[in-house]
């Protein structure tokens, strides 16, 4: 057990009163600063979008995905987006109610969706609340620094793509090796 420091009351109850030695500093830890900036980013996007359109962050994720890739299924979308199937699948609903998205019959059962003229309109609307929030990211940047940065941001997105991969195929390795013991 690590050796963690207890004062006064935290001494009988057995309570840890002290921070811990062994801490993270939060100020320096690069997935918390990326977390709370992609919140704060998501947060500031999704209040715009309800408050202008009634639409949240994640309609808007379907509908800029259909805008650049016409004919997605929502599969599809859900793996483009890295967004979790059902928050798709409850977005297409969403979408279909306003008529801002159309599904049509596609092979082997799929549903291709596509943007109608009122939700490519509906991007257009959208597109500057986005982009706002990049603007907000990179004010301070030059263009060499944004490049970097987008870079860096990109080759972490593929390590950590590669090694939820990685881990996924273990533990699915690990459940059958337990099945057979």
């Known amino acids: ?5 207890q004062t006064g009351a935290g001494r009988e109850s057995g309570l840890i009163t002290e921070p811990l030695p062994n801490s993270i500093d939060p100020d320096h830890f690069t997935p918390r600063l990326l977390a ?16 202008r359109f009634g639409l949240g962050t994640n309609d808007w994720r379907v509908i800029s995905s259909l ?9 599809d979308v859900a793996e483009f987006t890295s967004m979790n199937k059902a928050v798709v699948s409850k977005s297409v609903g969403v979408l279909t109610d306003r008529r801002l998205i159309e599904l049509s019959d596609g092979p082997r059962g799929s549903r291709p969706m596509f943007l109608t003229r009122a939700g ?3 991007h257009d609307l959208m597109m500057p609340v986005s982009l706002r929030g ?15 940065l987008n870079d860096l ?6 390590e ?14 690990s459940a059958a090796r337990n099945e057979r013991a």
């Open 120 to 122: 490519a309109e509906m």
């Open 36 to 51: 709370l900036l992609s919140n704060a980013l998501v947060w500031r996007e999704s209040h715009e979008l309800r408050r």
């Open 67 to 75: 805008g650049l890739r016409p004919g997605m299924a929502a599969t």
């Open 153 to 158: 941001l990109l080759a972490m997105l593929k």
């Open 1 to 5: 057990m690590t050796d963690v420091p």
């Open 160 to 173: 950590t793509r590669a090694l939820m991969t990685l881990e996924s195929e273990a533990g699915v390795a």
């Open 134 to 148: 990049q603007e907000i990211v990179l004010s301070h940047l030059e263009p060499a620094q944004i490049t970097q």
